[in-house]
């Protein structure tokens, strides 16, 4: 296997206490190198990540997924040799073997950033109301439309030194995919998507967006574009 | 006649309030102004209430009531949006605040951890 030593794992971390250490210990065994950004959980999270190898950063009050990333993407962007940068999720939605697959473009090809997408081949997997929610969210995206990215919302991105060391997200909620689209258009960002699986466990339902949080995500992209 | 009296002081004392409490915000000059603009207005139309009828004819609106009202809708929404604004980039300054504080306790707290056979060899 190659070394995947120069690889920062980002890991927001908000109450899955149940499942984080399971899920780091796995991504530890490809990765090495895990930045868990503990928001602010009260349900012992920290703890759990205690027991791992992964870094932990502890928000001391909670902010919200956008600024738990930002956050990990500073603390990995500092730490010597970090070279790729990947946003992972806890509750174990996301697969391993996808981010080896995004890392292994990132070394070969020219680009800079890769975002993982739902809409490939089988989509049959997705709940029947989140691909409409998610196909919305697409289809309102003016950006996303013209970057040619068929899945604005996927959580799962892979980047370089590149992109770590401009990104500065300041939507502090969920409000970030958008905001890391625009990112990428205005910093011209070479991006291409990467087919991945998401692994719907009734955990990570039971804790997904809901679609009123489409609504906030929207009001917070229309405002940002003002400023 | 009271009731012009102490709508005018009360005006007065909130123009003085929002001169005062609006700190130190970038746009908060404007903001000031168009304030003071719409307190005197509002001392005038309390002052000659059929001026207000006139102009709300002028413009198309029944009465001088309905104009205030109109106005009064336009000026909550703009203190919505500013209010709104506002407290974005007092959020983000907090997560800023917040972020600085963390990372430095990971970092004071990476320096104490052992150093397994894992984390040498980075």
Redesign the interface.
Known sequence: MADQSDVWLIVPVYNEAPVIAEVMNHALQTFPNVVCVDDGSRDGSAGQIATTKAHLVQHPVNLGQGAAIQTGVEYARQQPGAAFFVNFDADGQHQVEDVTAMIERLRSEDIDIVVGTRFHGDISHIPKLKRLVLKTAVTLSPRGRRLKLTDSHNGLRAFNRTVAEEMDITSNGMGHAPEIIEMIDRNKWRVAEQPVNIVYTEYSMAKGQSLLNGVNILFDSAVRRKR | MAIKIILILAVLALLIFVLRSHGTNRGGAYVKIGMALFMVFAVYAVIRPDDVTWLAGQVGVGRGTDLLLYLLVVGIGFFAIST??RF?EI??R??RL??A???E??AR??ENRPV?P??A??
Do not use: F, G, V
């Open positions: 709104y604004l974005k959020e983000l907090y997560a917040a972020r504080i963390a990372l306790q990971a707290r990476e397994s894992d984390t060899s980075n």
